[in-house]
């Protein structure tokens, strides 16, 4: 059984729409990670929580909007899409901020921008 | 500026060859090295790390050579299989006194293994 859950698998979006990606990890994990994988950056780190509070954003642009409701969860809102925002997006984790060494990767959400 | 780099971006070999993928970081204040490895479809995981006081970590037919002085790591793949055929990525974390908590990945090293 998988052990973080992104939803949905793959994502077919308009340029300028809205869309959520959802991320659950039931390993007890507190903390959780975006990464961003593109044909130009491969494996580009986005944003870091533990336990529900952010703790590093190295995404330039304010249309990426993580959201966390339960310890377990984080999801990624992406705002005005753009073409270039075509990748796939990781959801990662980790036992605590400190052993981020150890990254457990869900499947991946691909989003296509068109 | 990239802050880990490797090289080759793709390598072949014929099984049963070693193949040796290369990385080299500017920090030197980096304290651990894992390499990530991704099947085609797949999500990375981690294979084997390594941290700066020693200069060689072992686990089967996987090595990784340290050189501190010079920032440089290599990744070596012995006795190579067809399984193997994949993307290895090196990566560098910053030390938590930092502030960053992030795992800074290299641009991967695509390995195909000839049978």
């Known amino acids: 059984d998988p052990k973080i859950i992104q939803k949905p698998k793959y994502l077919v979006a308009v340029t300028g729409s809205e869309k959520i990606l959802i991320c659950e990890q039931y390993?007890?994990?507190?903390?959780m990670y975006w990464y961003r994988q593109s044909a130009k950056k491969p494996l580009e780190f986005m944003f870091s929580?533990?336990?529900?509070?952010?703790?590093d954003n190295q995404t330039a642009s304010s249309r990426f909007q993580p959201q966390s409701s339960k310890k377990n969860h984080l999801d990624l809102q992406i705002t005005a899409l753009k073409p270039d925002d075509s990748a796939t997006y990781f959801c990662a984790s980790s036992q605590d901020p400190f052993s981020n060494e150890r990254l457990f990767f869900g499947h991946g959400t691909k989003l296509s921008v068109l | 500026q990239q802050q880990v780099r490797q090289s080759p971006q793709s390598l072949t070999v014929w099984e049963g060859e070693t193949a040796i993928l290369n990385c080299s970081y500017e920090d030197s204040t980096f304290d651990y090295f894992p390499w990530y490895w991704q099947f085609p479809r797949e999500s990375p995981a981690l294979l084997i790390a390594?941290?700066?006081?020693?200069n060689k970590k072992e686990d089967g037919r996987f090595t990784i050579f340290f050189n501190k002085r010079e920032k440089k790591l290599s990744l070596h793949i012995t006795d190579s299989q067809p399984g193997d055929s994949a993307t290895y990525f090196c990566?560098?974390?910053?030390?938590?006194?930092?502030?960053?908590?992030?795992?800074?990945f290299g641009s991967g090293t695509q390995l195909t293994v000839m049978p």
């Open positions: 390993l007890g994990h507190n903390a």
């Open positions: 390594i941290r700066p006081v020693s």
């Open positions: 929580y533990s336990y529900q509070k952010l703790m």
């Open positions: 990566a560098a974390n910053p030390p938590a006194s930092s502030g960053s908590w992030q795992l800074i």
